[in-house]
């Protein structure tokens, strides 16, 4: 158990709906990561949140969006689902906003669009 | 942006032979790489890492070897065991107070059979 917890496990939803996954970082940890895993792209950088800011960005689709909380909790927003949108997500964290701090990754939530 | 290749894609070995997974990277300002093992189902985990200030790193019985100048960077395992069946992602990071974001390869499923 990495200490890092996501809700749900898993999300089965149509085409055109939006849905919202929840992480909640290790206790003490500032930077949200999250990642798109699926078959054919492997692990995916989407964005980062340190402390409530976004720091950085990858090749996150503008359908989806994300924010951190101030309990430091983060969500991210799916909407106008595609059956390609069908992935493991994962939020990762780490203490801080540098890359030399390992990331600890959460169980994922596996979303089926269908 | 950060583009990070992995080879092989699946590797097979017999128990207590040496496995040696590679990974290339474009981007010269990465400074970071860590390598994470991804069991069936479950979350990546970090295995080993290493800054791009040192030129090899070992841990019992894994290693990672970095090469800066043909940025390159190796994962060297050896006495292969049944457990370490598993996906192995390599990952390159710059690393940044603005943002960080981990740029994985496509993974390298690892098989070994007793």
């Known amino acids: 158990d990495s200490g890092v917890t996501q809700t749900p496990k898993h999300l089965i939803t149509a085409t055109g709906q939006r849905v919202t996954l929840r992480c909640s970082p290790r206790?003490?940890?500032?930077?949200v990561y999250w990642y798109q895993q699926s078959l054919d792209q492997g692990l995916q950088f989407l964005i980062q949140?340190?402390?409530?800011?976004?720091?950085a960005k990858g090749n996150i689709l503008e359908r989806f969006s994300a924010q951190q909380f101030p309990d430091l909790h983060s969500e991210l927003n799916l909407s106008s689902l595609e059956l390609g949108d069908s992935a493991l997500y994962f939020c990762?964290?780490?203490?801080?906003?540098?890359?030399?701090?390992?990331?600890?990754f959460g169980p994922g939530t596996r979303l089926t669009v269908l | 942006g950060e583009n990070v290749e992995q080879h092989p894609s699946t590797l097979s070995v017999q128990e207590g032979d040496s496995a040696v997974i590679k990974c290339t990277y474009s981007?010269?300002?990465?400074?970071?790489f860590p390598w994470y093992k991804q069991e069936l189902g479950k979350r990546p985990q970090l295995i080993i890492d290493?800054?791009?200030?040192?030129g090899e790193k070992k841990d019992q019985r894994i290693a990672v070897t970095l090469n800066k100048t043909a940025k390159h960077f190796s994962l060297h395992i050896t006495e292969t065991q049944p457990e370490d069946s598993a996906v192995y992602f390599c990952?390159?990071?710059?690393?940044?107070?603005?943002?960080?974001?981990?740029?994985f390869g496509k993974g390298t499923t690892l098989s070994v059979s007793s």
């Open positions: 990762a964290s780490s203490v801080m906003v540098a890359s030399f701090h390992e990331q600890f």
């Open positions: 206790s003490g940890d500032l930077s």
């Open positions: 949140y340190y402390n409530g800011e976004e720091r």
């Open positions: 981007d010269s300002a990465s400074n970071y």
């Open positions: 290493i800054r791009s200030n040192v």
């Open positions: 990952a390159a990071s710059t690393s940044a107070q603005a943002g960080t974001a981990l740029i």
